[in-house]
């Protein structure tokens, strides 16, 4: 397997007695991993056992490994993971050098090589892909904001919450929760809106309150989303658990989907 390294010149020495940058510590390290999602199953890597090891050295080298549940998982959605890695660990300060590794994938080599190069998506397939991932990563992005407004309205529905009601509700008027973090995390990186006084139902594409007549289908829309979602992570975690007998760095046995409030 060709690995090939990217990062920054090793740091000058402090001037005028400054300190040095202090080290990045493991927990750091994989605190950063935990930022880093599966787009399709909008989950941490790391709680979905992809990351296989993370270190870090004394004087700033990182390296992390990441394992995928089969050899042919769709290798847009493995490059997004890996670039987004080697991105969110090379933005800690204290590290000078990353390197990520996707191990016993069928495209190892490529999206190894494309992105320590920072080459892209489509010049790391060239021939093969037409275009960058942007459009594939919002699409999925409005898939999981699908899935979180079934999980923020369906406690509100079982709780005896009108359904006519979810029409004029807004995000402030939600009680608080981890899904509802979630799906206003979701709806601002799509430029969504998620303030307090953004409305609880909306189109993911066009940020439209959803009309009172297009709810029901909505909702139920909503649902069939985070059903799947679940299922495939599921599925998932179980040809993961079938491929490599050790968990992985930050691993946890349940989804954070279905840890919410059902």
């Known amino acids: 397997m060709t690995v090939l390294v990217r990062g920054d010149d090793p740091p000058k020495p402090p001037e005028h007695g400054g300190a040095a940058r202090p080290p990045v510590a493991p927990r750091g390290l994989l605190a950063a991993l935990e930022t880093v999602r599966d787009p399709e199953l909008d989950e941490p890597i790391t709680s979905l056992g992809f990351v296989a090891s993370c270190t870090v050295s004394a004087d700033g080298e990182a390296e992390v490994r990441l394992r995928l549940p089969t050899y042919f998982c769709a290798p847009n959605f493995a490059y997004l993971m890996v670039a987004d890695t080697y991105d969110a ?3 800690l300060p204290g590290v000078r050098l990353a390197t990520v590794v996707l191990e016993d994938h069928f495209a ?3 999206i190894n090589d494309g992105v320590a190069a920072q080459a892209g998506f489509a010049r790391s397939f060239d021939g093969e892909a037409v275009a960058e991932l942007d459009q594939l990563r ?3 992005l409005r898939k999981a904001v699908m899935a ?3 999980q923020v309205c369906r406690p509100l529905l079982a709780a005896g919450t009108d359904p006519a009601a979810l029409i004029a509700m807004t995000l402030g008027e939600v009680p608080p929760s981890r899904a509802l973090s979630r799906l206003r995390e979701r709806r601002a990186e799509l430029g969504l809106p998620a303030g307090d006084d953004a409305a609880l139902l909306i189109d993911p594409v ?8 297009a709810m029901p289908l909505h909702l139920r829309k909503a649902k069939v989303t985070r059903v799947s979602i679940e299922a495939n992570s ?3 975690r179980g040809m993961l658990r079938h491929r490599y007998d050790t968990p992985g760095q930050g691993e946890t046995l349940l989804s954070p989907t279905s840890e919410e409030d059902q």
């Open 108 to 110: 190892s080599d490529v």
């Open 89 to 91: 660990v090379a933005a």
């Open 138 to 140: 919002a699409n999925f």
């Open 234 to 236: 599921g599925i998932c």
């Open 206 to 213: 066009t940020g439209a309150v959803v009309s009172a007549d």
């Open 148 to 150: 979180g407004t079934d």
